[in-house]
T-cell receptor, first 107, second 112 residues
Framework: KNEVEQSPQNLTAQEGEFITINCSYS?????LHWLQQHPGGGIVSLFM???GKKKHGRLIATINIQEKHSSLHITASHPRDSAVYIC?????????FGTGTSLTVIP | DTAVSQTPKYLVTQMGNDKSIKCEQN?????MYWYKQDSKKFLKIMFS???????INETVPNRFSPKSPDKAHLNLHINSLELGDSAVYFC???????????FGSGTRLTVV
């Protein structure tokens, strides 16, 4: 079983700050997913990574396969980024989820 | 049009009842999933179907039974509901496990 750990569990930032959320996993994976869950409860898939780096707008996700570590960065954070960010590792058809990082961006 | 739709959005029911949650996707995806999010916000996969065939069946009670009449639908039936079944249940779909996936808006089940 792949253990997925995220840090920090809770994060409060001022608007405009650069934010980093970390995710580490214990065994080799097929891919690493980053998800976003808004206060209303809906979940959005942000990224799927198997190597390197991906960027979408102000969001950047990186993965280091050797170190079994991934990071999600948010540049120029905004209050609408406030949400829970969840990383999930996939090995074959099995998914393992981290417990999430609750981000609050203050205006 | 909603890509992955779940019904109902909220469900309150008494212990011992049998209930169903429906999920439909109009994305043409081959794979559908059911996840359970508990009170601690931890998301756990329950089932996965690929083209109507069960490919993941995590350790969940036998009271939970998925039904996939076609690849666009994956319904979740729960028998003899218990208090511990209270959670938010999410349906999701993907083109295949190698791609990202789309989630429904969730069904908040409360067992009283």
């Amino acid at each position: 079983k792949n253990e997925v750990e995220q840090s920090p569990q809770n994060l409060t930032a001022q608007e405009g700050e650069f934010i980093t959320i970390n995710c580490s996993y214990s065994v080799g994976i097929s891919a690493l997913h980053w998800l976003q869950q808004h206060p209303g409860g809906g979940i959005v898939s942000l990224f799927m990574l198997s190597s390197g780096k991906k960027k979408h707008g102000r969001l950047i996700a990186t993965i280091n396969i050797q170190e079994k570590h991934s990071s999600l960065h948010i540049t120029a954070s905004h209050p609408r980024d406030s949400a829970v960010y969840i990383c999930a590792s996939r090995t074959g058809n099995q998914f393992y989820f981290g417990t999430g990082t609750s981000l609050t961006v203050i205006p | 049009d909603t890509a992955v739709s779940q019904t109902p959005k909220y469900l309150v029911t008494q212990m011992g009842n049998d209930k169903s949650i429906k999920c439909e996707q109009n994305l043409g995806h081959d794979t559908m999933y059911w996840y359970k999010q508990d009170s601690k916000k931890f998301l756990k996969i329950m089932f996965s179907y690929n083209n109507k065939e069960l490919i993941i069946n995590e350790t969940v009670p036998n009271r939970f039974s998925p039904k996939s009449p076609d690849k666009a639908h994956l319904n979740l039936h729960i028998n003899s509901l218990e208090l511990g079944d209270s959670a938010v249940y999410f349906c999701a779909s993907s083109q295949s496990p190698v791609y990202g996936y789309t989630f429904g808006s969730g069904t908040r089940l409360t067992v009283v």
